[in-house]
């Protein structure tokens, strides 16, 4: 009788610990190593496409590919145009806003953090990028959000990607909703849009290296590495998502608007393609 | 005189004015134009220029100037239709556009 009892208390839990068992597959899908087989054959494609470029220099994007492009490039970092930039990002990081507290507060390591972003925030479910961070410090701490494109944001961004060189990319994609912000990445990065019927691998891998009109194509290898740019058409430094803008408009389609899930997710998947280059930005750029 | 010409203003300037008390023209082709932006736009797939062309093709029609404003509803219209067929088919075929070495 006691025993009777006594199992059908334990009934239930029991139940619940087979149901369980039941439920789960014998393996968990290893996302980070779906992620890990499709950057090898990305890396692999331009390793094969450009087989006397290092792996680690496509972080210097088009520069690696052209000899001549390459020099006057160097040419410029010397006196680079980005350090005016720099220099007033690192005072808008360290200056006190109305509570007393800074962007500072906000980021370990004195900042040096740009190889942490972008990254899968799991309670969120979404991905968060550098510049979303910086925003995010602003607003929790009383302070207005700066423009997405240009300007102080960029900036900030830019001292904090300048104290962060030699940091490797490291996406990581842990989990089943990481994978799928991954996977809308990868489709908007493959599928064509726009009045031309163009997609970013199109021009970034198919055409990388070759000649529209003046400039050479660059290489989506390493394209997130070395942002924010300060670009000669734009006459200022600018970040990725203002970029991504720049190349939709180019082709035909509307843009989406900087830091949304579909320009957050894209920059997931190009910088997950780029694991194990090295972060050396700002950067100068045509 | 100075009334016979203030009654010939008015009788010119009548049909734009009585259009724009009425709130703008209507326009099928433009309705199609906006209804099958809008469906590009669910997709996630619109193009840069079809919301500039519409709403030049409303100021047009606004203005009178019917076959201007269905000229540019129709190139609209037509954009829509190939943004939202363009994004049926990436949506199905987008990994077949991997390139491979």
Known sequence: MMNNKILR???PAALMVSAVMVARPAHATDYQKLVDADTQAFQSYFQKEFPEVKLADFANGVYAL??????????????PPYELDVEAGKALFNKPFANGKSLASCFPNGGAVRGQYPYFDEKRGEV???????????????????????????????????????????V????????????????????KRGQLN????????????????????????GQTTHFPVFRS???????????????????????????????????????AMSNGLEYNGPASRK | MKKVLSLLSLLVLMP??????AGGCSSALIDQAEAA??????????????????????????????????????????????????????EKNWEMMIPEH
Request: aromatic share 10%; proline share 2%.
């Open chain 1, 128 to 170: 968060v990028t550098l510049e979303m961070a910086i925003n995010e410090c602003r607003v929790k701490n009383g302070e207005k959000p700066w423009p997405w494109q240009k300007g102080d944001l960029a900036k900030v961004s830019a001292y904090m990607a300048y104290i962060s060189r030699g940091q490797k990319v490291d």
């Open chain 1, 198 to 221: 163009m997609s970013c691998s199109g021009c970034h891998m198919e055409y990388a290296g070759r000649h529209l009109r003046a400039e050479i194509v660059s290489p989506a290898l």
């Open chain 1, 66 to 79: 052209d000899e001549d492009a390459r020099t006057q490039w160097q040419e410029m970092e010397e006196f």
């Open chain 1, 9 to 11: 208390r334990l009934m």
């Open chain 1, 172 to 191: 990581k994609v842990k989990s089943k909703a990481a994978y799928d912000a991954y996977m809308k990445g990868k489709k908007f990065f493959y599928a």
């Open chain 2, 16 to 21: 734009s004015g009585s259009m724009l008390l």
């Open chain 2, 37 to 90: 932006r809008k469906e590009a736009a669910a997709l996630r797939n619109e193009w840069r220029d079809t919301a500039s062309l519409i709403a030049s093709a409303k100021e047009a029609c606004e203005q009178g100037q019917q076959a201007k404003a269905d000229e540019l509803a129709s190139r609209a219209l037509n954009e829509s239709q190939q943004a939202v067929a363009q994004a049926q088919f990436m």
């Open chain 1, 233 to 271: 058409k734009w006459g200022e430094i600018g970040t990725l998502h203002r970029r991504y803008a720049g190349c939709n408009k180019n082709i035909g389609a509307k843009p989406f608007p900087a830091q949304s899930e579909e320009y957050r997710d894209l920059e997931f998947f190009q910088t």
